[in-house]
Nanobody, 116 residues
């Protein structure tokens, strides 16, 4: 069974920074993609940023230049550093792990609130 442990959410003022981390454990057979999605009430879950298996990255247009995602392949952990946060970044952030041979997994979500 694969588990995702998320940490780092919280309250931050506009313009501030926050880092989220997600550690995957268990029997993982080939990581295809690992990253973060976010969701606000009444809206669909959307991609924030993802690291692709070969090391490439993909960002939502709304976060480009402000968010930076990275992955520690030894620890199976993905980090997202969020800078110059805006109130519209407020959402529940979900870690996602897509594997080649052991399924697709979601974390429980961590709340990020950007407010003064």
């Amino acid at each position: 069974q694969v588990q995702l442990l998320e940490s780092g959410g919280g309250l931050v003022q506009p313009g501030g920074s926050l880092t989220l981390s997600c550690a995957a454990s268990g029997r993982i057979l080939g990581i295809k993609r690992m990253g973060w999605y976010r969701q606000t009430p009444g809206k669909e879950r959307e991609l924030a940023a993802v690291v692709i298996g070969g090391g490439g990255t993909n960002y939502a247009d709304s976060v480009k230049g402000r968010f930076a995602i990275s992955r520690d392949n030894i620890k199976n952990t993905v980090y997202i550093k969020m800078h110059r946060l805006k109130p519209e970044d407020t959402a529940v952030y979900y870690c996602n792990l897509e594997t080649a041979g052991s399924g697709n997994y979601w974390g429980q979500g961590t709340q990020v609130t950007v407010s003064s």
